[in-house]
Structure formats: structure tokens, C-alpha cells
């Protein structure tokens, strides 16, 4: 088990960036494979970006494929969230959660909910027009 804090979020207006980061506990953050979640009100919870364990596979949303970036350093137990060009339909509270890969693969990411075992508390991102 590990546990997860976000920080980072905040008001931005459209068009502006925000980087939002995630401290893990624990000697084994090296071991998971993290995602970026977010929900907005009244929505489910959706994928927004993953990362292999490794550090060399990362996955996008359709949504955010090319404005934002996702990243870690497991030296400092952290993954971080880039996020570029902004729009309202970005608003949502963002979740980093961390997974378990199967039979320790290394590239493991997965976009589904259901197969992170860990989340933090989330961190509100509101993007004004």
C-alpha cells in the first residue's frame, strides 16, 4: 500500500498552465505504475494519464493528448501532471492513484479505474473563461 497527496491545483483562466505533483510514502513508489485521474461534477471519474513504472511508457486521453505531460521522479517519490492550454472543460478535482503491474511488468499502464489500488484525496483545478 502507499499512501498519495496532491498539491498543485488551484484557479487558472483558460489558455494558462498549472503543474500538479503527487508525493507518495513508501520505499516501493518505484514499483507502481501511477495515473492521473479527474471527475468533474456529475461525471465519472475518467483517465486522464498514466506511466509505467519504469518511466519509459506514458499514455494520454484523447483530451489531453498534447497539452499535458506526465511524469516522475522515483527518486524523490513524486509524479507530476503538466498541464498546458487550459480549458474550462479541463475543471474537474484531479486524483493521482498508483497501481500494482502484473507479473512485475515494468511497462504496465492502465486507463481503467478499477486496477489503480491506491488513490490520493485530489486536488480542485478550476479553469475560469
Known amino acids: 500500500q502507499v499512501q498519495l497527496v496532491e498539491s498543485g491545483g488551484g484557479l487558472v483562466q483558460a489558455g494558462g498552465s498549472l503543474r500538479l505533483s503527487c508525493a507518495a510514502s513508501?520505499?516501493?513508489?518505484?514499483?507502481?505504475?501511477m495515473g492521473w485521474f479527474r471527475q468533474a461534477p456529475g461525471k465519472e471519474r475518467e483517465f486522464v494519464a498514466g506511466?509505467?513504472?519504469?518511466?519509459?511508457?506514458?499514455t494520454y486521453s484523447d483530451s489531453v493528448q498534447g497539452r499535458f505531460t506526465i511524469s516522475r521522479d522515483n527518486a524523490k517519490n513524486t509524479v507530476y501532471l503538466q498541464m498546458n492550454s487550459l480549458s474550462p472543460e479541463d475543471t474537474a478535482v484531479y486524483y493521482c492513484?498508483?497501481?500494482?503491474?502484473?507479473?512485475?511488468?515494468?511497462?504496465?499502464?492502465?486507463?481503467?479505474?478499477?486496477?489503480?489500488?491506491?488513490w490520493g484525496q485530489g486536488t480542485q483545478v478550476t479553469v475560469s473563461s
Open positions: 492513484a498508483a497501481a500494482t503491474p502484473p507479473r512485475f511488468d515494468i511497462w504496465y499502464v492502465s486507463r481503467r479505474v478499477g486496477d489503480y489500488d491506491d
Open positions: 513508501g520505499r516501493t513508489f518505484r514499483s507502481y505504475s
Open positions: 506511466i509505467s513504472s519504469s518511466n519509459t511508457r506514458t
